[in-house]
């Protein structure tokens, strides 16, 4: 499974960006899909999780400003955030939990198999 990460930039705060994976792999529609941030000096950190069946998990530093979402028939998710803080400024890094029809979705990033090479996304104030 390759990964690959797009539409990181330098926003203003309170702006917007949308960050998509695009994913290689026939089984995509059966993986958990998730998206990690990692700031300089600080752990990666979970933000947002969806299961094949498009339950999502979100983490509470971002509720009601960012959305996940994914289209498995171009083996694709995406990451919508909105009212976007300095403190958001990170990499960002889409990742694949790759058992079939997974029941519930991981925060730890030890429980994703695949990684994509992350995006920069830098939020000035």
């Known amino acids: 499974v390759q990964l690959v990460e797009s539409g990181g930039g330098l926003v203003q705060a309170g702006g917007s960006l949308r960050l998509s994976c695009a994913a290689s792999?026939?089984?995509?529609?059966?993986?958990?899909m998730g998206w990690f941030r990692q700031a300089p000096g600080k752990e990666r950190e979970f933000v947002a999780g969806i299961m094949w069946n498009d339950r999502t998990y979100v983490a509470d530093s971002v509720k009601g400003r960012f959305t996940i979402s994914r289209v498995n028939a171009e083996t694709s998710m995406y990451l919508q955030m909105n009212s976007l803080k300095p403190e958001d400024s990170a990499v960002y890094y889409c990742?694949?939990?790759?058992?079939?029809?997974?029941?519930?979705?991981?925060?730890?990033?030890?429980?994703?198999?695949?990684w994509g090479q992350g995006t920069q996304v830098t939020v000035s104030s």
């Open positions: 990742a694949a939990d790759t058992p079939y029809y997974s029941m519930s979705i991981p925060t730890s990033g030890a429980d994703y198999d695949y």
């Open positions: 792999g026939r089984t995509f529609s059966t993986y958990v």
